[in-house]
């Protein structure tokens, strides 16, 4: 049995394992959470996002889904209300600061604040070996900066618990550092990156102002960026350098004011955004971040990367 056969024979065993834990209910000392827990999903009209919705409000949170297209999201989220769940609405473009504004304003006005937030709307414009950058600042602007904005408008808002809020970020194994196959080419911004001490805010936005001006001046050059995806996997490797550095900044938050910040890689998963060529359902991909949303304080857990389950490298 090659390489490739023997990881893909252990990827169906551990999505094997994870179906199994999947069915064992969560006891009454493991649910921390409560009706009146909110939890807000990005990007949740569809796939993944709407996965990960429906499967908090299965559990018993009360969960808002936003998205830019607010028809479609209430047309998506019929099947939610007509079973009972807790589920609300709202118009949400979180490329627009007005728009993620006056999010904020209703949030506060309503629920006074939110207890967890789900970073999960993308874009992604290439599929099979394509790997076109002609959308590179799309992905970047959706996957990235919005990203960072609605980070720095929700924590303001997340509420006092003695259980911690938390922030579950959508990323990707493809935005991982030291990927031996996709990867940044500088060396020495890899290990500023990997570094807490010399990563900042400052070093990310700078790595990206100049992967776009490269595109823009027609001088990308392949062996500086990641090889494979190259504007949605930098757009990642900036989402998980960001979550790091979330976790430094508000590392000294008091009790009760905690927030545990990661992000998981949900696979290849069969959506719009793969073209449907995944190998794995958005159940199937969902998991780990409603898995992360939930997971209880006596297993504090910030600061990290997962897939299935499981803690990987940045």
């Known amino acids: 049995m090659g390489r490739k056969e023997r990881a893909k024979e252990r990827r169906e ?6 179906a199994q834990l999947r069915k064992i209910p969560y006891t009454g000392q493991q649910r921390w959470w409560c009706s009146e827990t909110i939890a807000v999903v990005t990007g949740a009209n569809r796939g993944i996002g709407f996965e990960i919705a429906r499967q908090l409000a299965v559990l018993g949170l009360t969960v808002v889904l936003t998205s830019r297209d607010l ?3 209430n047309e998506a989220t019929k099947p939610l209300l007509e079973q009972g769940l807790s589920v609300v609405t709202h118009q ?12 904020t304003d209703w949030i506060c006005q309503v629920y006074g604040g939110l207890d967890i937030l789900v970073n999960n709307a993308g874009v992604n414009f290439n599929l099979g070996s394509d790997n076109s950058i002609e959308f590179a600042e799309t992905v970047i602007n959706t996957n990235y900066y919005a990203t960072k904005r609605m980070t720095k408008a929700m924590i303001p808002l997340m509420k006092c618990s003695t259980y911690g809020s938390r922030i579950v970020n959508v990323s990707s194994r493809l935005g991982r550092l030291n ?12 290990e500023q990156l990997a570094d807490d001490g010399t990563l900042s805010e400052e070093l990310i936005d700078d790595m990206i102002r100049r992967f776009l001006e490269e595109v823009k001046h027609g001088c990308c050059t392949s062996d500086k960026w990641p ?9 990642k490797l900036a989402v998980n ?34 073209g449907w ?23 504090p857990v910030t600061g990290k990367f997962f897939a299935e389950r499981r803690e990987i490298s940045f």
């Not at 090889?227 to 757009?235: C, E, G, P, R, W």
């Not at 979330?246 to 927030?259: A, E, F, L, N, Y």
Request: net charge neutral.
């Open 92 to 103: 949400l473009d979180i490329l627009s600061q007005d728009s993620v504004q006056l999010f």
């Open 13 to 18: 065993n551990r999505l094997q394992e994870i």
């Open 241 to 274: 350098a960001y979550t790091r550095l979330m976790v430094k900044t508000h590392s000294t938050r008091s009790d009760g004011h905690q927030i545990h910040i990661n992000c998981y890689c949900p696979g290849w998963v069969k959506t719009a955004m793969t």
């Open 71 to 73: 028809d479609k999201l």
């Open 179 to 190: 990927g031996r196959r996709n990867r940044l080419g500088d060396t020495t911004l890899r």
């Open 227 to 235: 090889q494979m995806f190259t504007d949605y996997s930098l757009s």
């Open 277 to 299: 060529m995944g190998n794995i359902s958005a159940e199937e991909g969902a998991d780990t971040g409603v898995w992360l949303a939930v997971l209880h304080p006596s297993q």
